[in-house]
């Protein structure tokens, strides 16, 4: 499971080279050495399930030029992994959610200002089903990725994110 991940966002002209490749290194460098380390053992095993934690925000979000770029990057990596892997019973999978509560999430309120219940509130307004994402709905798109019966799934993106984005 690829779920390491920092935020360091800002406008483009705003950010700094060392934002960029903090983004960078902790989602995209991570993914990549996580994945090479357990190669080799999912090989000799003829089994493997490698889930990758995208975001809705792999589509563009403003002040997140660092952040959306990793997130679309895990999405294409996810499917060459699951390319170049599948011949060795090994899947690779994206989950990429949309609004979920978390610290990261509250962390964003806090820095545009607003306190975490009214920046939820107002979230669940642009969403489809009308609530924020909670920490288990994600858990359950890859609780199926992972299991027996997504073995002929490989090289998706399953969007967690309450409906349709555009």
């Not at 998706?156 to 994110?161: E, G, L």
Request: proline share 2%; glycine share 10%; hydrophobic share 45%.
């Amino acid at each position: 499971m690829n779920n390491a991940g920092v935020l360091r966002d800002n406008l483009l002209f705003k950010m700094s080279e060392s934002d960029w490749d903090t983004v960078v290194n902790v989602h995209l460098k991570g993914a990549f050495l996580m994945a090479k380390a357990c190669q080799k053992h999912m090989v000799d095993a003829k089994f493997g399930r490698i889930v990758s934690l995208s975001s809705s925000s792999a589509l563009g979000n403003r002040g997140q030029a660092n952040y959306s770029a990793v997130k679309a990057g895990l999405q294409g990596f996810t499917k060459t992994l699951a390319k170049e892997l599948g011949k060795f019973g090994i899947t690779a999978n994206a989950v990429a959610p949309g609004f979920i509560v978390t610290e990261m999430t509250a962390q964003t309120a806090a820095r545009v200002g607003m306190g975490f219940e009214e920046f939820q509130a107002a979230a669940a307004t642009q969403i489809p089903v009308q609530r924020v994402g909670r920490p288990e709905d994600i858990a359950n798109a890859i609780a199926f990725f992972t299991g027996e019966d997504a073995g002929f799934v490989s090289g998706q993106v399953m969007y967690v994110a309450g409906g349709p984005l555009n």
